[in-house]
């Protein structure tokens, strides 16, 4: 990821249509993602594309300090419009490649430009199979975003600091499974997991 840009556009417009798939009974669905329902997920997704749209942007501030708290993300009662607007926002922000270059923060954490596009295209690949898999929806990522995802959770399960895993310890995949089923395993999640 450091030497190359990646247009999050196309794995933005996969999200954006799985988010206009779901229905208003599937907003309290558990999800793959701990103690997260689909309304939460979806409000989490909204706020991590704000911040990473900052970071890009490097307009650092209340949005790019605080770390996420999934469980406790709610979209708000306009998320069908907001969210849209947030991704199409995001993606444009990455587009710029000053956005890949010198440090930024996300999270409250400071990192290198690269790495926080890095982070932002795993999150929407890992949360837009997480709302696949909790609405029955078809997923079919973007497969440069998924690359990046997974070569990302890769990385950082070789990472002896880490334990394993960034958000879990990595679930098993054999090595000849579809990439999305490594990515996923590598994320703490079980590529078999229904609701």
Known sequence: MTDTTLDLGPQTRVIGRLADGVREEQLAARTPCPDCSVRTLLGHVLGL????????????????????????????????????????????????????????RAGGVDLPGAVAAAVAVDELVIHGWDLARATGLPYAPDPAALQVSHDFLYAAAADPSRGGGIFGPVVPVPDDAPLLDRAVGLSGRNPGWTP
């Open 49 to 104: 594309s704000v911040a990473f749209r900052d970071a890009a942007r490097k307009d650092l501030g209340a949005l790019t300090d605080s770390a996420p708290d999934v469980t406790a993300s709610d979209p708000g009662p306009d998320w069908r419009g907001e969210l849209p607007k947030a991704l199409d926002e995001l993606a444009e922000a990455w587009r710029d490649p000053a956005a890949w270059t010198g440090m930024t």
